[in-house]
């Protein structure tokens, strides 16, 4: 065969292989501006990008575990259905209800009334709090995070996870195949697991997985639920910021988690246990419903609904949610957020906010670990500026929290970035709380960020050099990609 020939071979399969992909693409109906990045690099990139695409473009579960989740979502939703019946009626301000009614119905996950809630906002407070009930555990401890490494205060929650397994305390932990890989293979998960506690990896990866899955599909959740009636979830991963990602030069992170009694608390412990289910095949068996009015002692004031998202969900359910949240703002709408990578419809529920009048800030770290994410978040913010939305940069760290507050009286707290892996790819949690005492506890936690942060002045920012708004512009095109 000679040069020319095969010149000719290629040119046709490379040819054939991208209009196959594009209509594949196509057909699937992926949000616009994901399809579009991903056609650019299908058509950009000869064969290699069509690699790319078939690693990483969908949403492949696998085939085992697509199943497990299509037969333990339906139980999951059954109930959560029950544990409200065994609640008290709900009560929610009306401006409340329709987002309400909006995260019932996409995630069939009920508000559930009287719960307590203690914000933490510094690490020694999470640990402290985490290691004492855990210490008082009497009958299951659940961890799911999705980093995970074994310095500092870290380690003290591994012994306090091996004294309880040593008194017979059921003790089950998922932490991500990817994000705590070094931890899963260390000295520390040996430990867990001669104790007897059940670690497993989230989400397992290999060389023969890829082809069944999607590698970059990560459980992003942070849960921890002791005895079914006090649990913990926000933004901190398993790890001592004194000790994390030091060499990033980004400062410490800063994070923020929430202690829950009640019956969120166990709505939570149903989440773990489906997630559980999917990561090990067994039978998923949810919690007794059965006296969740009694878990926190006393009727808390705080209504809770806890939403799962993600691609073992709900894949849109949060960014539905979200779009419902700023469009319904009236006079206030704050939010912290790690990762700033939106999409054009957040973009234009942000601007459409602030044009109405509403007080929209975002605080953003000054710093930030992913050089694309700095410049793609970037890129949106003369528009946001434009439309009158204050953007503020957190001097203090890496900002890790995610959280979002409405007009007083609606907090949005948990693990979801404001951007597409968030939205679309990574299992999350959130919870939207029904409650202006806690939320103006995290209006509070979130005028300290602002007051260690500095307001981007549009005037020396739109004189930025040239050579930066085109880095920033080229990182917005791959912002459906990151």
Same mark, same amino acid.
């Given at each position: 065969m000679n040069l020319h020939m095969i010149s000719t071979v290629v040119l046709v399969v490379h040819w054939v292989v991208i209009v196959g992909l594009s209509i594949r693409v196509v057909m699937r109906r992926p949000p616009v501006g994901v399809a579009m990045a991903w056609l650019a690099v299908v058509f950009s990139v000869?064969?290699?990008?069509?690699?790319?695409?078939?690693?990483?473009?969908?949403? !492949?579960?696998?085939?085992?575990?697509?199943? !497990? *989740?299509?037969?333990?979502?339906?139980?999951?939703?059954?109930?959560?259905?029950?544990? !409200?019946?065994?609640?008290?009626?709900?009560?929610?301000?009306?401006?409340?209800?329709?987002?309400? !009614?909006?995260?019932?119905?996409?995630?069939? %996950?009920?508000?559930?009334?009287?719960?307590?809630?203690?914000?933490?906002? =510094? $690490?020694? %407070?999470? $640990? =402290?709090?985490? *290691? %004492? =009930?855990? =210490?008082?555990?009497?009958?299951?401890?659940? $961890?799911? $995070?999705? *980093?995970w490494e074994g310095s500092g205060r870290a380690k003290d929650v591994v012994d306090a996870l091996i004294r309880a397994a040593e008194r017979g305390v059921r003790c089950r932990v998922l932490a991500d195949a990817l994000g705590s890989k070094a931890f899963l293979d260390g000295i520390q998960a040996g430990r867990l697991r001669r104790a007897g506690v059940d670690f497993r990896a989230a989400w397992p990866t290999g060389l023969v997985r890829a082809l069944a899955t999607r590698t970059d599909l990560r459980n992003h959740r942070k849960i921890a639920v002791i005895d079914g009636r006090v649990a913990y979830t926000g933004s901190q991963n398993m790890v001592d910021p004194r000790f994390f990602k030091q060499a990033a030069g980004v400062g410490a992170w800063v994070d923020a988690m929430v202690r829950i009694t009640g019956p969120a608390a166990a709505s939570l412990d149903g989440v773990f246990l489906f997630d559980w289910s999917v990561e090990t095949g067994a039978a998923f068996e949810p919690p007794s419903v059965a006296g969740a009015r009694g878990y926190s002692g006393r009727d808390g004031s705080s209504v809770i609904q806890v939403v799962p998202s993600g691609p073992d969900f709900q894949a849109e359910a949060i960014h539905h949610l979200l779009l419902k949240a700023v469009y319904g703002a009236e006079r206030e709408l704050v939010m912290t957020t790690p990762y700033f990578v939106p999409d054009d419809a957040l973009l234009t529920a942000l601007e459409t906010a602030a044009l109405c009048g509403v007080a929209v800030t975002l605080i953003i770290p000054a710093r930030n670990d992913s050089l694309l994410v700095r410049h793609a978040s970037a890129a949106h913010f003369d528009d946001l500026m434009s439309a009158g939305v204050r953007i503020a940069l957190f001097k203090g760290g890496l900002l890790h929290t995610k959280s979002l507050t409405i007009d007083g009286a609606i907090s949005v707290f948990g693990s979801v970035n404001l951007d597409m892996r968030s939205f679309w790819l990574d299992s999350e949690i959130s919870l939207l709380v029904y409650d202006r005492g806690f939320t103006r506890h995290l209006r509070d936690l979130q005028d300290s960020y602002l007051q260690d942060s500095d307001r981007l002045d549009p005037g020396p920012w739109n004189a930025r050099p040239s050579w930066r708004r085109f880095a920033d512009n080229v990182c917005r095109l791959f912002g459906p990609l990151l």
């Open positions: 000869p064969l290699v990008g069509a690699a790319v695409y078939l690693l990483f473009g969908e949403k !492949r579960l696998g085939r085992g575990r697509a199943a !497990r *989740i299509q037969t333990g979502v339906p139980r999951l939703v059954r109930w959560q259905a029950a544990l !409200r019946e065994q609640t008290t009626p709900v009560s929610i301000e009306p401006v409340g209800e329709p987002l309400c !009614r909006q995260a019932e119905r996409t995630t069939g %996950s009920p508000a559930l009334p009287g719960n307590e809630m203690l914000l933490l906002s =510094d $690490f020694e %407070s999470v $640990f =402290d709090h985490m *290691i %004492s =009930d855990i =210490d008082t555990a009497e009958r299951t401890v659940h $961890f799911c $995070f999705y *980093i």
